[in-house]
């Protein structure tokens, strides 16, 4: 069974950065995505990244590019996503999520972690 946790997140002013982790284990293929999704308060669960294993593709959506990076350190399995020049507007519970390939739909994505908060204040 993969489980994926997540940490790293927290309280930071606008124009801060954070950097977030998200550990993965229980992978029995070679073939598999992890993405990164945010919420919002009273808002839909929405997709910020995605990384494959295979041949390390990275996707973004397309308002948060240049500001947030996701990369991979493969020999502890931890996938991150660094943020920078955070707004209020980025404040959510930061999830992680893993599957056999990347989507920006949650719905495709079958193990999920806990999340983290992240708070940007202004």
């Known amino acids: 069974e993969v489980h994926v946790v997540e940490s790293g997140g927290g309280l930071v002013q606008v124009g801060g950065t954070l950097r977030l982790s998200c550990a993965a284990s229980?992978?029995?293929?070679?073939?598999?995505?992890i993405a990164w999704f945010r919420q919002a308060p009273g808002k839909e669960r929405e997709g910020v990244s995605c990384?494959?294993?295979?041949?390390?593709?990275?996707y973004y959506v397309d308002s948060l590019k240049g500001r947030f990076t996701i990369s991979t350190d493969n020999p502890r399995n931890t996938i991150y996503l660094q943020m920078n020049s955070l707004t209020p507007e980025d404040t959510a519970v930061y999830y992680c999520?893993?599957?056999?390939?990347?989507?920006?739909?949650?719905?495709?994505?079958?193990?999920w972690g806990q999340g983290t908060q992240v708070t940007v204040s202004s």
């Open positions: 229980g992978f029995t293929a070679d073939n598999y995505a």
């Open positions: 990384t494959h294993s295979v041949d390390g593709t990275t």
């Open positions: 999520a893993a599957d056999d390939g990347c989507s920006p739909f949650p719905s495709h994505f079958t193990s």
